[in-house]
């Protein structure tokens, strides 16, 4: 079997390709330079996402202590962000570029069996989380009457994400073991490898139904409830809006104050579905091009932009904290 095909193209493996590529520049002073740089470029791209991940979140965890409001509901939701989008940082990224380094991975299996459930975990968790603020916003904006101030709800929404991450990832403890390839004519300078069995299957259905559930959990679904509650909210803001401009609520006091200061939540969740969105589509399309054969030539300088950054949103979300709360802090409500 061919390394190519032994592998696989999905980026899920990427860490293990990127390895064979440098391990084959270093027994082979002919091979092309170009391949170097490329390991070296998806390196550096992983690092840069981690300090950016780490800094970034730290000073929205920092802010959110400080600020004199750090009880209300939204910094509540905005703390739990960052939390999970931290983890994503530590426990996601960090091991991936320790085993772009390592080559060889030195944990035995019931270690690469947690490894891999708490990346799936940071992920989803990540994703869920940003779903329960959305759907706080859609009852804070859109059943204003049945919305509940209390911290209660808000608590309830971040279990139920956090438990539901959990419960997602809970197959990967399943489908990663520790693979041997010291007997593997090939491979066998890459020793023992944290291996995701699937790739190593001839069933390309149980493949595909893999990757296609796994961007069903944790890209489409939340993308869609984000998507829908965003709407309605932005909706139901453009009604009130032009409601109250009328000249007869005018007449009666009625301000469009309240309104225009949800102005920037519409903006915000715009903002928020985009890069959210941009952030992950490609990773998740890549690889379910790839497993129904949809792409070309495997690629390994393709293969690993895409996969590193595939974190990037939780590098974005600080930014879209700091761009908005800074102007607009009090359009986000309690």
């Known amino acids: 079997m061919s390394v190519d095909k032994e592998l696989g193209a999905s980026s899920e493996v990427q860490p293990a390709a990127e ?158 073991q520790i693979r041997d390839f010291s007997t593997h004519a090939q491979l066998d300078y890459l020793g023992t490898q944290c291996w995701n069995i699937l790739q190593s299957s001839d069933n390309i259905r149980v493949i595909r139904l893999y990757l296609f559930m796994n961007a069903v959990a944790a890209f489409i679904v939340p993308a869609l409830i984000i998507m829908a509650c965003y709407t309605i909210i932005v909706v139901t803001i453009w009604r009130k809006g032009k409601m109250l401009s009328a000249p007869s609520h005018q007449a009666s006091g009625l301000s469009l104050r309240s309104v225009r200061g949800k102005e920037a939540t519409c903006t915000s969740c715009d903002v928020s579905l985009l890069v959210f969105i941009i952030c992950w589509s490609p990773y998740f399309f890549y690889d379910l091009l790839d497993v129904y054969g949809k792409l070309p030539n495997f690629d390994v300088k393709v293969s690993g932009l895409v996969q590193a950054l595939a974190p990037l949103n939780s590098a974005a979300n600080p930014l879209i904290y700091c761009l908005f709360s800074t102007k607009h802090r009090g359009s986000y409500g309690e």
């Open 19 to 176: 390895s064979i590529v440098l391990m084959n520049i270093t027994r082979n002073s002919t091979a092309d330079a170009s391949e170097a740089k490329d390991v070296v470029l998806s390196l550096a791209i992983a690092w840069t996402l981690f300090v950016l991940i780490v800094c970034g979140n730290a000073a929205v965890l920092v802010a959110m202590y400080l600020a004199k409001n750090r009880k209300s509901r939204m910094n509540f939701f905005i703390t739990q962000l960052a939390l999970a989008d931290m983890s994503v940082a530590m426990l996601n990224v960090l091991p991936d570029i320790i085993n772009r380094h390592t080559i060889v991975f030195y944990g035995g299996n019931p270690i690469c069996k947690i490894i891999k459930y708490l990346q799936f975990l940071t992920i989803f968790a990540s994703d869920y989380v940003l779903v329960a603020l959305s759907i706080d916003r859609f009852d804070a904006i859109c059943r204003p009457m049945n919305f509940s101030s209390s911290g209660r709800r808000a608590r309830i929404l971040v279990c139920l994400a956090w438990g539901l991450s959990a419960a997602f990832s809970a197959a990967q403890i399943f489908v990663w």
